[in-house]
């Protein structure tokens, strides 16, 4: 089974991080900024079926007609712009799948949610990382600070970090600041009267906000920010893969649907798209346009059974639910007495 790459092995510093964001956030004007040669995409109308395909489009400055200008109005983009060679990509897709005309645009914009998924992934991820951080120092203090209050510790040394704050402020609007100092105070006298300021923390302006805080996470614990996934990217491909897939089931198979009240022409027709469309067929679809977006990363030498397992890993919860769900409604069905039947959805039936 394929490994997904790991973009950076080694830890990051603080100037690296915001360097990459930086770069992040600059990139997602590849499909916002108009352009000469780029090929300009007017979104879909949003459907019941295509609306989740669109989760993850930015919202930013907007003419009237929805294309961005730095001089419009905070808006919905409608309109995007694709290099040639990425939709020539997308359309080589289309054509090694087989996929219908009028789903092509569902699945650019798809495309477009992913990127900007992937552009905002390392952020989300960093900035999340950077609040637990702070949230489990926060706590610790609250409860160093309670431990000294009730004097169940006597504190016998403090020692500050500090910077002399200096005139102005630099390009970016942060405060001027001179060099990291460091002071230790030992003495019993000094000491014991920093403890009492300390001890007077309660008094203290945010105390209430800080405290509500901590009490809601030791009553509820941490919010799961990803869904169980270990960072923004692992959440965002399992939430592709899974709507994609639906998407896929639910239009790929509406030409047998219309053949339903006829048994034979559906059932020959259900077994043609069954061949044309597997699952398979579906699974290596939504990873080859996921990194196609660069939503998801493999090594060059990544076969397309590495990318079917891939995605079929992402989808088996999903894959577990719809079939459950089937069963439940067959056993609801044949153990009914009073005439009442459930229908399954057509998209589940595949």
């Known amino acids: 089974m394929a490994s997904e790459k790991t973009p950076r092995k080694k830890k990051l510093n603080k100037i690296e991080i915001e360097k990459k964001i930086d770069s992040d956030f600059r990139k997602r004007y590849t499909h916002i900024a108009p352009r000469e040669n780029a090929i300009e995409f007017k979104l879909p109308e949003k459907s019941s079926l295509n609306r989740m395909l669109q989760h993850s489009l930015p919202t930013t400055n907007v003419t009237q007609e929805g294309r961005f200008s730095p001089d419009g109005t905070f808006g919905e983009l409608q309109y995007y712009y694709f290099p040639k060679a990425k939709y020539n990509a997308i359309n080589t897709l289309f054509k090694k799948f087989a996929i219908p005309d009028d789903m092509h645009d569902d699945f650019r914009a798809a495309y477009l949610s992913m990127f900007f998924a992937h552009c905002t992934a390392f952020y989300t991820t960093n900035h999340n990382e950077e609040f637990e951080r702070n949230q489990k120092e926060l706590f610790a203090s609250l409860d160093f600070l309670e431990s000294s209050f009730e004097e169940k510790i006597l504190i016998r040394g403090i020692s500050f970090e500090f910077q002399a704050r200096l005139e102005g402020r630099d390009a970016k609007g942060h405060l001027n600041l001179g060099k990291v100092q460091s002071r230790k105070f030992k003495d019993y006298v000094a000491v014991q009267f920093l403890e009492r300021v300390l001890q007077n923390y309660k008094e203290a302006k945010g105390y209430d906000s800080m405290q509500s805080m901590y009490d809601h996470r030791k009553k509820y614990g941490k919010s799961d920010m ?34 339903y009240n006829d048994p034979v022409a559906f059932n020959a027709e259900v077994k043609r798209l069954k061949k044309m469309y597997s699952r398979r067929r579906m699974f290596l679809f939504i990873g080859e346009l996921m990194i196609e977006s660069e939503l998801l990363e493999l090594d060059k030498t990544t076969d397309d059974e590495s990318i ?43």
């Open 308 to 350: 079917i397992e891939n995605i079929e890993k992402k989808l088996t919860p999903h894959l577990r639910a719809s079939k459950k769900k089937v069963q439940d409604i067959e056993e609801r069905n044949a153990k009914s007495t009073d005439g009442s039947y459930e229908v399954t959805m057509f998209g589940d039936l595949f």
């Open 226 to 259: 990803f869904f169980g996934h270990k960072n923004a990217e692992k959440h965002s491909q399992n939430y592709f893969s899974t709507v994609l897939f639906s998407y896929m089931k639910n239009r790929l198979f509406n030409s047998a649907f219309e053949l």
